[in-house]
């Protein structure tokens, strides 16, 4: 294959990920209602491949947009040693967009706190939720956005599963636990796979995590292999796994303040005893088989 055509080739696959992408963003976005008119959307950029394509996205599929909504690309510079703190800057004034660069060393916190090889993320992640809350709350953000996308969304599932007892993943939209925050996440349908060709694509300007990104032992890396061996194994599994997170049947669960089950009646109308009813009746019929005796 000659120069040209192999350069037509990539091309043509480059644009048809792009695409993919903003068809995917998009679809998400407006199956979970997450931006409207007027909106005012924090993209929380962290220099990794995910939150890169994820304002990339938002930006293009802004142009075309049937409603006007604005971006402001927010970064939590939390002065992890060697940390190239030039690079976003850099770049967030190439694309000419509002920005805001949030220094707040959290990282000595958690190396204070987490003994060394324990896992840092659950309070790194809390220590950077709290500081982008207020950050939004000071700059008006009506949405909050975050990179998370469909293989991340899966493999908290499991995490909640093998190791939390819950039935729960991240949902693409959520408000905070103070009702001050609604937090979106546009990549819930996009597998992590092409937000890696899509990093390659783009050139984004890369930085990695060396906190918790170095740790090999992390529950979240083995479920992520756990996964990647099942979709060898058998290809479309993973795919069929996550359409189930949208296909729940409460009914088929044993979560009782999800379905009413004292309220279940057959097909032929017979009324079902309640919780409460069925107690009484049982406690009457013992404390008789106790006067019988």
């Known amino acids: 294959m000659n120069a040209p055509e192999h350069n037509r080739k990539q091309l043509y696959e480059a644009n ?16 979970y209602d997450m931006i409207r008119g007027g909106d005012r959307v924090m993209v929380c950029l962290s220099g990794g491949k995910d939150s890169y394509a ?9 142009e075309k947009a049937p409603v006007a909504f604005d971006i402001v690309a927010v970064n939590l510079d939390q002065r992890h040693p060697g940390y190239p703190e030039h690079v976003l800057p850099d770049y967030l004034q190439s694309l000419g967009i509002p920005y805001r ?9 958690v ?19 709290g500081v982008l809350y207020r950050v939004a709350k000071e700059i008006g953000a009506t949405k909050i956005a975050l ?4 293989d991340d969304i899966l493999e908290t599932f499991f995490l909640n599963l093998f190791f939390g007892g819950q039935l729960k993943a ?11 925050h609604i937090v979106i996440r546009p990549l819930a349908y996009v597998e ?22 170095s740790q090999e032992t992390l529950q979240r890396k083995q479920i992520k292999q756990l996964l990647q061996e099942w979709e060898k194994k058998q290809p479309g599994r993973v795919e069929t796994i996550f359409r189930s997170l949208q296909n729940a049947k409460p009914s088929h669960l044993l979560d009782r303040a999800l379905f009413d089950f004292g309220a279940v009646r057959s097909a032929a109308g017979s009324a079902a005893f309640t919780g409460a009813a069925f107690d009484n009746i049982m406690t009457a019929f013992f404390e008789q088989g106790t006067a019988d005796e």
């Open 192 to 213: 992590e796979k092409d937000l890696v060709d899509y990093a390659e694509t783009r050139q984004f300007p890369l930085i990695p995590c060396d906190l918790c990104g």
């Open 147 to 150: 990179g998370h996308h469909r």
């Open 101 to 109: 660069i949030e220094v707040q060393d959290t990282y000595s916190t």
């Open 54 to 62: 994820l304002l990339d996205v938002l930006l293009k599929l802004r």
């Open 170 to 180: 991240m949902p693409p939209k959520l408000v905070s636990d103070d009702g001050a």
């Open 111 to 129: 190396k204070r706190v987490i003994p060394e090889g324990k896992t840092m993320c659950s309070l790194c992640s809390r220590l950077r939720r």
């Open 16 to 31: 048809k990920l792009a695409k993919r992408l903003r068809r995917l963003v998009g679809q998400a976005i407006a199956d």
